[in-house]
């Protein structure tokens, strides 16, 4: 599937949905693309997973934002890779910073620099341990097996929705 039919699938999965993220957050190693920027050299011509491209171009057709937590120690190689893949400037932040912390420091610097709550954020990770730490902050957290995909795009849609109906029915209590 080549990426504007994934694009379409992708709007036509998020347009099933009355809430939406404000922000949506992607990890980058094998979430974005299928290895360990920091195994790579700069040099190398680097790829996504085969739905990657096509989600965030229709997240950000649906006026949905996009950012970056990502724990590589080399931030060079992964801002070069994101250059050469020509997203860089899709991103409204690029945390990228190794930390002993599970993403919970990347996802308060993301919070402090677009003042988007924590429960209208949807994040996508391949590491159980990022998505224990950062549910817990109250973000709606998406364990990737094979990278993002639409099923997984679907799934955080609705897990997203099922959060904040839980949260909103709480208020009104
Ligand atoms: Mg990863």
């Known amino acids: 599937m ?8 992708a709007l036509q999965i998020i347009g099933m949905f ?3 993220p404000k922000l ?15 195994c790579l050299s700069k040099r ?5 997973y085969p739905h990657a491209k096509g989600i965030l171009y229709a997240l950000k057709d649906k006026g949905i934002d996009i950012a970056i937590a990502s ?11 994101l250059d050469k893949l020509n997203i860089k400037s899709m991103f409204i932040a690029q945390e ?3 930390s002993w912390t599970h993403k919970t420091d990347h996802f308060q610097r993301i919070h402090s620099r677009t003042g988007v709550p924590f429960d209208s954020m949807l994040f996508f990770d391949d590491e159980d341990r990022n998505i224990q730490a950062v549910s817990k902050m109250g973000v709606t957290s998406i364990l990737v097996e094979d990278g993002v995909n639409l099923e997984a ?3 955080g849609l609705s897990r997203f929705s099922q959060n904040w109906n839980a949260s909103e029915k709480n208020k009104q209590k």
């Open 96 to 98: 990228i910073f190794s």
């Open 153 to 155: 795009l679907r799934e």
């Open 44 to 48: 190398e011509m680097p790829s996504l």
């Open 24 to 38: 949506v957050v992607f990890d980058l190693d094998y979430t974005l693309w299928p290895f360990y920027c920091e």
């Open 18 to 20: 009355q809430v939406l």
């Open 71 to 81: 724990r590589s120690p080399t931030v060079d190689i992964a801002k070069t890779f």
């Open 2 to 9: 080549g990426d504007e039919m994934v694009k379409e699938e």
